[in-house]
């Protein structure tokens, strides 16, 4: 206790901390009321575009997924862009939360046929969908907890490969024979409940974002980016390493963990296999296209990584006739071909991606607009 | 003796595969030595190679095809260093190991694309594809062959090191980058080199791999390539040796994992051994310590 | 210069987000999904069971309905063989708006994607999907081949007569639904006919399976049991070859394939197979199938090459054929392209095929019981048929 109240920047003792997070919060709501009105009219319209299109519009698949994915891509960033942690477990952390989820709420008149090889399984209750999630949520923080504690003091690329070492062996470790009649062994997980409407995602991925960008615009968030520029200068300033490191860790996989369960449920089957390291990889493109250390960025380009790749760039995959002549190239497979150049483009060429560490606001975008008209008034003037 | 009897052919399949990681290895725990920076290509490359073989056998005969694969092999290593790492040289070290993914990403893209997903059967190498019996256990003579090619090469390797021009430009490189660089040393073809020889290694840790494993896919590379990577980590990254010995044990740990009937967890083990190595001993088992300058 | 092509961008976008909008049922045309794996471990087979649909389009590419002509056209989506890609192209069919789906070979995906085709109200008829999970619990997943359960006692009934086996040893792949399924029916019933059993499960991208096979031969099995994929049983057989293993293989309907006869053609090895039809069929409907198929193959080279570059007419195939067949009939029974209609007479749907009388009982699946025993002729590459074996 006492140490604390020596540090040199006499950091600010607990009381006071959670008053100034408050009024952070109440700031934040003042200063961003033109963004929140947005954010209203965002649902307002998906909750109008679900009346009006068919539930089947591939529109839909994409803003379910992207919205997943900007949740699961966010709580990546907040890792690897803010606290310069360079973690390659997000996808052991998302099976946690989807396994945790999916055990914890299939029905019992269900649990039967989908424990069929291990006679119903051994839990026999069910919790609610919210509890689920929460829970899902917190069973990752845990072991994330757990395996930061030996983890966390590796250096960069050490800590790459020995989380994504630790995701690899969860995998494992969840399609154990012996686990059966708690993981279903490596079958499949299903029968749950699911989301239908297309809102379901975007409330749940908006709140747990939002908490997130409460957390990187709190004194932890100072710290975790103090840390990312530099360690050995963070803690000259009396910042915590372990402690802060072990915090953003932790609760980067318990959204990570709520972002599986989440999942879980727009594919209504989870299963172990389907959590390799290509979807961490995945995850990372994004974060990396969103731009490293911007949330928006990170929203963006999940929506964008979903859009192209389930849907605008599909007709690539199959052969395309126009008249007799065939298109060359198109052929099953070369969807990811161009889609995996842009990448490399991007990496190589705007290695600070969509957005670098920006954000987008409301006020960067009216200046956007105003500059963008400024200019082309000028250009038609020239 | 009963029981090396019985579990001999256990033991030889975990030399043989532990021959193949080494050759991958080294071009990961050369390349990481003088970039710092871990080629998760390098996987992808050994599966490029697989490929090439397939391709090239089908037209052309072994004498030809060999040597071809192991060209392209060296020139697509070569190329991606080229066009993915060099213009990051000043970039922060993550946005070069995500430029590594991202080339890894393509490569299984394309192989994906080009086979349109199917696995394909690696052309049958006379003579190293015949059966022959030690002991009690019956294997391919690839099998024999793997450790005792894997040894020729590392000490022609080491010597290279050890006694020519650009080994000791590659070592000097490997202790300080910034200052060999003033030295003289030109270190882009020095760089270039190592892709060619971690390139060249692996394309021949290909050829008696699929001999052994006859099947390629599009993320055949991915699992050897992740394991050789925890070989040279737990050999101690930056040490040839180091590398060649972890890739021994790791080799020889999963056969012997699925000996005892944990079969679910052989993979699993060997990332296990790396986590372990990495809290015990971070350096590995003859790496150099080193100290982060401020 | 840069915010040019950020606004073109932007534009572009726009405007493919609205083109995905469109699209739909135009003019006088019923669209049937085809659910299958091209790509992937089950690639192989799952192009041989697109080819069976095609030729199925080639031979009936229209009916009526109500003295009006629609035509018939395939929607045919990739799955990858993969559990987690399976549902987005599921998705994709759906938002094309298919009348009825054909597929999938696998049982992993089909469950996996099951619920998508039916919240959309979308049936579904599987052609080889042999998991009872797959049309248990729901009123939209059919099926017209036999089930794992049968297919399973079928080959431990087989291992026990043929062999005299008193030992099996069973490798299935972690994480398969089909696998580790028929790999635990077999279990089951080789148990109950007094046999004993030694399990292992390997992983997804595993290749090194000498490790495996020693296991086999220490534990003294008789048999191997190895419901695994086409991509890993070619790996399975080459080693046991290099190994010197004289084990014989029994495995279910996925090693009906060409890709098993390359692998094992020279060698000593013994192959057994369970599955849904044989090309020697003297049945008038299934010989006439072979010979036109073959015709059918050898006129288009690229169908040739997806075959496997041969013209062995698989199983799957057959039932494709079928699976298609018992899909118009519904559309014709229901009187319109509607998929609620249409999967509500399908219960009521009987057609004679090439692999014999299909007919749904009341879980969707289709009434059968028998299967045919094959073995693989190592010397010219193809399938001896050896028998027709129901259960007791």
Redesign the interface.
């Known amino acids: 206790m006492n140490e604390k109240n020596i540090n040199i920047n006499g950091e600010i003792t607990p009381p006071d901390k959670k008053n100034i997070f408050f009024k952070s919060v109440v700031g934040f709501l003042r200063k961003n009321w033109i963004g929140f009105t947005l954010l209203a009219a965002l649902f307002a319209i998906i909750f109008i575009l679900e009346q009006v299109l068919s539930s089947s519009s591939m529109l839909f698949v994409v803003l379910k997924k992207g919205a997943i994915y900007a949740l699961v891509a966010v709580s990546m960033n907040l890792l690897?862009g803010f606290t310069g942690l360079?973690s390659l477990g997000q996808a052991g952390f998302m099976l946690i939360g989807a396994y945790t989820y999916a055990i914890f709420t299939i029905p019992a008149e269900a649990r039967t046929a989908v424990y069929q090889y291990f006679d119903g399984g051994i839990i026999n209750f069910t919790v609610p969908v919210p509890i689920a999630l929460i829970m899902a949520g917190l069973a990752a923080a845990l072991f994330a907890y757990l395996v930061g504690l030996?983890?966390l003091?590796?250096?960069?690329?050490?800590l790459?490969?020995?989380t994504?070492?630790?995701a690899?062996?969860i995998?494992?470790?969840f399609?154990?024979?012996k686990l059966g009649p708690v993981t279903n062994g490596s079958n499949l997980l299903r029968r749950f409940p699911v989301f239908s409407s297309t809102l379901y995602p975007f409330i749940v991925s908006g709140i747990c974002i939002a908490i997130i960008v409460l957390l990187i615009n709190s004194s932890y968030g100072r710290a975790f980016k103090a840390i990312r520029d530099d360690e050995?200068a963070a803690e000259a300033m009396g910042i915590n390493l372990a402690r802060h490191k072990q915090l953003s860790f932790t609760v980067s996989s318990f959204f990570a963990g709520v972002g599986g369960a989440l999942l879980a449920m727009y594919q209504t089957t989870v299963q172990a296999a389907a959590f390799k390291?290509a979807m961490t990889?995945e995850i990372?493109?994004i974060v990396?296209i969103g731009g490293?250390g911007s949330v928006t960025g990170s929203c963006l380009s999940s929506f964008l990584f979903i859009a192209s790749s389930e849907w605008w760039l599909r007709f690539l995959d199959s052969e395309t006739y126009i008249g007799s002549f065939k298109l060359p190239l198109l052929?099953?497979?070369?969807r990811?071909?161009v889609?995996?150049?842009i990448?490399?483009v991007v990496?190589?060429f705007y290695?600070r991606g969509i957005m670098g560490t920006n954000e987008i606001s409301v006020d960067a975008l009216l200046r956007f607009f105003r500059k963008l008209f400024r200019k082309d008034s000028k250009g038609e003037a020239a | 003796m009963e029981f090396l009897n019985?579990?001999l052919?256990?033991i030889l399949?975990g030399i043989s595969?532990g021959g193949q990681y080494a050759l991958i290895a080294i071009g990961y725990t050369m390349v990481y030595g003088i970039l710092?920076l871990?080629n998760f290509a390098h996987g992808d490359i050994f599966m490029v190679a697989g490929f090439a073989m397939v391709y090239l056998s089908a037209s052309l005969p072994l004498y030809i095809s060999i040597p071809m694969t192991i060209i392209i092999t060296v020139v697509l290593g070569f190329a991606v260093e080229r066009?993915?790492y060099r213009?990051?040289r000043t970039?922060p070290?993550?946005?070069i190991?995500?430029?590594a993914?991202?080339?890894?990403?393509?490569l299984q893209?394309?192989a994906?694309?080009i086979t349109?997903?199917?696995?394909k059967?690696y052309p049958t190498i006379p003579w190293i594809?015949e059966?022959i019996?030690i002991g009690t256990?019956?294997?391919?003579i690839v099998t024999v062959i793997t450790p005792v090619l894997t040894l020729v090469l590392v000490i022609a390797l080491v010597i290279l090191i050890k006694y020519t021009k650009i080994g000791m430009a590659m070592r000097a490189m490997a202790k300080d980058f910034e200052t060999s660089r003033l030295m003289g040393v030109k270190i882009n073809s020095v760089i270039s080199f190592t892709f060619i020889i971690g390139s060249f290694l692996a394309a021949i840790g290909s050829l008696l791999y699929f001999t052994?494993?006859?099947?390629v896919?599009p993320?055949?590379g991915?699992?050897p390539g992740?394991k050789a990577?925890?070989a040279a980590?737990f050999g101690g990254i930056g040490s040839i040796p180091g590398a060649v010995i972890g890739a021994f044990i790791i080799g020889i740990c999963e056969?012997v994992i699925?000996?005892f009937?944990w079969?679910?967890?052989?993979?699993?083990f060997t990332?296990?051994l790396?986590?372990i190595i990495?809290?015990a001993k971070?350096t590995g088992l003859f790496g150099e310590k080193s100290t982060?300058k401020? | 210069m840069k915010r040019a092509i950020t606004i073109i961008l932007t534009l572009c976008m726009v405007i493919m987000m609205l083109s995905g909008c469109g699209g739909g049922n135009a003019g006088n045309v019923i669209k049937i999904g085809v659910y299958e794996p091209?790509?992937?471990d089950n690639?192989?087979g799952g192009k041989q069971e697109v080819l069976g649909i095609e030729y199925a389009n080639s031979v009936l590419n229209s009916v009526e309905i109500g003295g009006k002509k629609y035509e018939l056209k395939l929607e045919i989506v990739?799955n990858?063989s993969s559990n987690d890609k399976g549902p987005s192209a599921a998705a994709k069919l759906v938002s094309a708006k298919c009348s009825i789906v054909l597929g999938s070979y696998g049982s992993g995906v089909s469950i996996a994607a099951s619920d998508v085709f039916g919240n959309a109200g979308i049936p579904v008829i599987g052609v080889s999907c042999t998991n009872p999970q797959v049309t248990e619990g729901n009123t939209h997943y059919f099926r017209i081949c036999y089930l794992d359960p049968f297919q399973g006692t079928v080959l431990a009934n087989f291992a026990v007569d043929e062999f005299k086996a008193k030992k099996a040893y069973i490798l299935t792949k972690?994480g398969d639904d089909y696998s580790v399924g028929l790999g635990n029916y077999f279990k089951v019933a080789f148990e109950s006919l007094g046999g004993t059993v030694v399990e292992?499960?390997?992983?997804e991208?595993?290749?090194?399976f000498?490790?495996?096979?020693?296991?086999a031969?220490?534990e003294k099995a008789d048999v191997i049991f190895a419901p695994t994929s086409?991509?890993a049983a070619?790996?399975i057989i080459?080693?046991a070859?290099?190994?010197?293993i004289k084990i014989p293989f029994l495995a279910g309907d996925t090693w009906d394939s060409s890709v098993i006869l390359?692998?094992a053609k020279g060698s000593d090895s013994k192959i057994f197979v369970s599955t849904f039809f044989d090309e020697g069929d003297d049945s008038a409907a299934g010989s006439k199938f072979v010979t036109d198929f073959k015709k059918w193959l050898n006129d288009n080279p690229e169908k040739l090459k997806n075959n496997g570059g041969n013209d062995i007419v698989a199983a799957v195939s057959a039932l494709g054929y079928d699976a298609y067949m018992v899909a118009v009939k519904a559309i014709e029974a229901a009187g319109s392209p509607d998929p609620k209609k249409i999967n509500e007479v399908l219960w009521g749907v009987t057609y004679s095929g090439v692999t014999g009388d299909i007919a749904f009982d009341d879980i969707g699946d289709a009434i059968r019981d028998v299967a045919y025993i094959k073995s693989a002729n190592n010397s010219d590459g193809s399938w001896n048929f050896v028998a027709i074996q129901s259960v007791k």
Do not use: H
């Open positions: 690897n360079f030996p983890v003091r590796l250096k960069s690329d050490y790459a490969i020995a994504l070492g630790f690899e062996i995998r494992a470790f399609q154990w024979d050995v390291s990889y990372l493109l990396v490293i052929a099953s497979g070369f990811k071909v889609f995996s150049i990448i490399m990496v190589l290695s | 019985t579990n052919p256990y399949a595969v710092r871990i066009m993915a213009p990051l970039a070290r993550m946005s190991m995500i430029s993914i991202g080339v890894s990403y393509l893209n394309c994906w694309y349109s997903g199917l696995a059967q594809s059966s019996s256990a019956t294997t391919k052994n494993y006859a099947t896919t993320i055949a991915a699992m992740l990577f925890v980590v056969n699925k000996m009937g079969t679910t967890f052989s993979d699993a990332f296990a790396l986590i990495l809290v971070p982060d401020v | 091209s790509s992937g690639g192989a990739d990858e972690l292992e499960t390997f992983q991208g595993n290749s090194d000498t490790a495996y096979l020693t296991t031969v220490n086409t991509e070619s790996l080459g080693q070859v290099s190994q010197g390359d692998a």
